[in-house]
Protein backbone atom coordinates (compact mmCIF):
# COMPACT_ATOMS: atom_id res chain seq x y z
CA UNK A 1 0.00 0.00 0.00
CA UNK A 2 1.81 3.43 -0.96
CA UNK A 3 0.87 6.82 1.24
CA UNK A 4 -2.75 7.14 -0.76
CA UNK A 5 -3.83 3.81 -0.05
CA UNK A 6 -3.23 4.48 3.91
CA UNK A 7 -4.93 7.48 4.03
CA UNK A 8 -7.90 5.92 2.29
CA UNK A 9 -7.95 2.86 4.87
CA UNK A 10 -7.74 5.03 7.74
CA UNK A 11 -10.34 7.34 6.77
CA UNK A 12 -12.54 4.59 5.55
CA UNK A 13 -11.47 3.23 9.73
CA UNK A 14 -11.94 6.39 11.17
CA UNK A 15 -15.86 6.72 9.34
CA UNK A 16 -16.56 3.13 10.84
CA UNK A 17 -15.62 3.42 13.79
CA UNK A 18 -18.22 6.91 14.36
CA UNK A 19 -20.60 4.62 13.04
CA UNK A 20 -20.38 1.75 14.95
CA UNK A 21 -19.98 3.84 17.97
CA UNK A 22 -23.20 6.13 16.68
CA UNK A 23 -21.27 9.41 17.52
CA UNK A 24 -17.97 10.55 18.99
CA UNK A 25 -19.60 10.80 22.54
CA UNK A 26 -17.65 8.64 24.61
CA UNK A 27 -14.82 7.66 22.60
CA UNK A 28 -11.15 7.59 23.23
CA UNK A 29 -8.15 6.43 20.78
CA UNK A 30 -5.41 4.04 22.04
CA UNK A 31 -2.49 4.02 20.08
CA UNK A 32 0.04 0.38 21.22
CA UNK A 33 3.66 1.61 20.67
CA UNK A 34 4.74 2.27 18.33
CA UNK A 35 3.67 2.05 14.99
CA UNK A 36 -0.26 2.45 16.35
CA UNK A 37 0.60 5.49 18.48
CA UNK A 38 1.06 6.96 14.93
CA UNK A 39 -1.90 5.26 13.34
CA UNK A 40 -3.82 6.43 16.03
CA UNK A 41 -3.29 10.06 15.75
CA UNK A 42 -3.87 9.61 11.94
CA UNK A 43 -7.43 7.74 12.93
CA UNK A 44 -8.13 10.56 15.71
CA UNK A 45 -6.98 13.77 12.62
CA UNK A 46 -9.90 12.04 10.06
CA UNK A 47 -12.53 11.77 12.82
CA UNK A 48 -11.66 15.61 13.80
CA UNK A 49 -12.11 16.59 10.45
CA UNK A 50 -15.48 14.86 9.37
CA UNK A 51 -17.02 15.21 13.01
CA UNK A 52 -16.08 18.38 13.75
CA UNK A 53 -14.36 17.54 17.95
CA UNK A 54 -11.17 16.38 18.77
CA UNK A 55 -11.25 12.90 20.73
CA UNK A 56 -8.95 12.34 23.13
CA UNK A 57 -6.24 10.09 22.61
CA UNK A 58 -3.55 8.03 24.51
CA UNK A 59 -0.63 5.77 24.11
CA UNK A 60 -0.31 2.01 25.60
CA UNK A 61 3.42 0.62 26.20
CA UNK A 62 2.51 -3.12 26.42
CA UNK A 63 6.22 -4.55 26.99
CA UNK A 64 5.76 -5.96 30.30
CA UNK A 65 2.25 -7.68 29.87
CA UNK A 66 3.63 -9.76 26.68
CA UNK A 67 3.93 -13.03 27.36
CA UNK A 68 7.16 -13.34 25.80
CA UNK A 69 8.93 -11.39 27.59
CA UNK A 70 11.51 -13.72 28.57
CA UNK A 71 12.36 -13.78 25.15
CA UNK A 72 12.83 -10.22 24.81
CA UNK A 73 15.44 -10.03 26.84
CA UNK A 74 16.69 -9.23 30.21
CA UNK A 75 16.65 -5.36 30.20
CA UNK A 76 13.46 -4.64 27.69
CA UNK A 77 13.45 -1.00 26.39
CA UNK A 78 10.12 0.32 28.00
CA UNK A 79 7.91 2.97 26.80
CA UNK A 80 5.59 5.16 28.73
CA UNK A 81 1.25 4.53 28.72
CA UNK A 82 -0.47 7.88 28.46
CA UNK A 83 -3.95 7.43 29.04
CA UNK A 84 -5.27 11.37 28.98
CA UNK A 85 -8.93 10.57 30.81
CA UNK A 86 -10.32 8.10 32.59
CA UNK A 87 -11.97 5.09 30.62
CA UNK A 88 -14.29 4.24 32.74
CA UNK A 89 -17.80 3.75 31.18
CA UNK A 90 -16.26 4.75 27.53
CA UNK A 91 -15.73 3.21 24.46
CA UNK A 92 -12.17 2.46 24.01
CA UNK A 93 -10.52 1.78 20.36
CA UNK A 94 -7.17 0.23 20.94
CA UNK A 95 -5.07 1.08 17.42
CA UNK A 96 -2.28 -1.36 16.45
CA UNK A 97 -0.41 -1.42 12.85
CA UNK A 98 -0.82 -5.20 12.18
CA UNK A 99 -3.01 -8.18 13.82
CA UNK A 100 -1.26 -11.28 13.63
CA UNK A 101 -1.25 -13.78 16.44
CA UNK A 102 -3.93 -11.86 18.47
CA UNK A 103 -1.24 -11.84 21.09
CA UNK A 104 -0.36 -8.12 21.17
CA UNK A 105 -3.89 -7.52 21.36
CA UNK A 106 -4.55 -9.25 24.30
CA UNK A 107 -1.66 -7.72 25.93
CA UNK A 108 -3.10 -4.54 25.21
CA UNK A 109 -6.15 -5.42 27.19
CA UNK A 110 -4.17 -6.63 30.36
CA UNK A 111 -2.73 -3.22 30.19
CA UNK A 112 -5.71 -1.19 29.39
CA UNK A 113 -7.71 -3.35 32.50
CA UNK A 114 -5.13 -1.02 34.58
CA UNK A 115 -6.52 2.26 33.95
CA UNK A 116 -10.11 0.94 34.63
CA UNK A 117 -13.65 -1.01 33.04
CA UNK A 118 -14.57 0.87 29.65
CA UNK A 119 -17.83 -0.31 28.25
CA UNK A 120 -16.65 -1.15 25.13
CA UNK A 121 -13.16 -2.32 23.66
CA UNK A 122 -12.77 -2.09 19.78
CA UNK A 123 -9.65 -3.13 17.76
CA UNK A 124 -8.26 -1.10 14.84
CA UNK A 125 -5.60 -2.68 12.77
CA UNK A 126 -4.11 -1.02 9.54
CA UNK A 127 -3.92 -4.40 8.20
CA UNK A 128 -4.99 -8.27 8.97
CA UNK A 129 -2.64 -10.91 8.07
CA UNK A 130 -4.77 -13.35 9.54
CA UNK A 131 -2.61 -16.22 11.30
CA UNK A 132 -4.20 -16.00 14.82
CA UNK A 133 -3.30 -18.10 17.59
CA UNK A 134 -5.94 -16.55 20.16
CA UNK A 135 -9.62 -15.89 19.59
CA UNK A 136 -9.15 -12.34 19.01
CA UNK A 137 -10.60 -10.40 15.42
CA UNK A 138 -9.72 -6.69 14.79
CA UNK A 139 -13.34 -4.73 14.46
CA UNK A 140 -11.61 -2.41 12.18
CA UNK A 141 -9.19 -3.20 9.19
CA UNK A 142 -7.62 -1.01 6.52
CA UNK A 143 -6.75 -4.04 5.02
CA UNK A 144 -6.45 -8.28 4.75
CA UNK A 145 -3.37 -9.65 3.65
CA UNK A 146 -2.94 -13.06 3.07
CA UNK A 147 0.29 -13.64 3.91
CA UNK A 148 2.64 -16.55 4.06
CA UNK A 149 5.50 -17.91 6.96
CA UNK A 150 8.06 -16.70 4.58
CA UNK A 151 6.94 -13.21 4.42
CA UNK A 152 6.50 -10.06 7.00
CA UNK A 153 4.09 -7.20 7.33
CA UNK A 154 6.13 -4.37 7.54
CA UNK A 155 4.01 -1.29 8.39
CA UNK A 156 5.68 2.41 7.51
CA UNK A 157 4.93 5.64 9.23
CA UNK A 158 6.75 9.31 9.09
CA UNK A 159 8.10 9.20 12.18
CA UNK A 160 9.56 6.30 12.59
CA UNK A 161 10.15 5.98 8.59
CA UNK A 162 9.98 8.36 6.90
CA UNK A 163 7.12 7.61 5.21
CA UNK A 164 4.15 6.14 5.16
CA UNK A 165 3.25 2.43 3.41
CA UNK A 166 2.75 -0.98 3.82
CA UNK A 167 5.26 -3.66 2.51
CA UNK A 168 5.15 -7.32 1.85
CA UNK A 169 8.60 -8.69 2.76
CA UNK A 170 10.25 -11.63 2.98
CA UNK A 171 11.42 -13.06 6.10
CA UNK A 172 14.79 -14.83 5.83
Known sequence: MDEEAVRRAVARMA?????????????????????????ADLVAEEIEKSEGQKIPNGTLDITLYRDDLSVIGPRPVIGSSDIPTDIEGRAVVIVDDVCY??????AAMDHLADFGRPERIYLCV??????RELPIQPD?????????????????????????????????
Open 15 to 39: REIVERNAGVKGLILVGIHRRGVEL
Open 101 to 106: TGRTAR
Open 126 to 131: LVDRGG
Open 140 to 172: FVGRHFDVTPAEDVAVLVPKEDGRLAVELRKTE
